[in-house]
């Protein structure tokens, strides 16, 4: 069965540090892109960060570069974001997704950031 599992999210104030995993089974994770996506109360879903199968080319959302990185490491068939210098306008819920033919998203992981 394929599947994407997130987690690490939860409660930080701003300026602090999280460091989100998602956890991939089912399918040949080594060989797809993955993608980070995040979701805010009544806005819609938007790419944050995204990573090639390999790890040697990542891209980011202009409103998440310089703070985020996301890498990944395939003997683990995981894929990270760290998050740095976060603000309240990250809060959101994150979302991992295989960028392949037929998407697969996780189930998605809250992450609020307030003082």
């Known amino acids: 069965q394929e599947q994407l599992v997130e987690s690490g999210g939860g409660l930080v104030q701003p300026g602090g540090s999280l460091r989100l995993s998602c956890a991939a089974s089912?399918?040949?994770?080594?060989?797809?892109?993955m993608s980070w996506y995040r979701q805010a109360p009544g806005k819609e879903r938007e790419l944050v960060s995204r990573?090639?199968?390999?790890?040697?080319?990542?891209t980011y959302a202009d409103s998440v570069k310089g703070r985020f990185t996301i890498s990944r490491d395939n003997t683990k068939n995981t894929v990270y974001l760290q998050m740095a210098g976060l603000k309240p306008e990250d809060t959101a819920v994150y979302y991992c997704k295989r960028a392949s033919i037929i998407p697969l998203w996780g189930q998605g992981t809250q992450v609020t950031v307030s003082s």
């Open positions: 990573i090639t199968s390999g790890g040697g080319t990542t």
């Open positions: 089912g399918f040949t994770f080594s060989s797809v892109a």
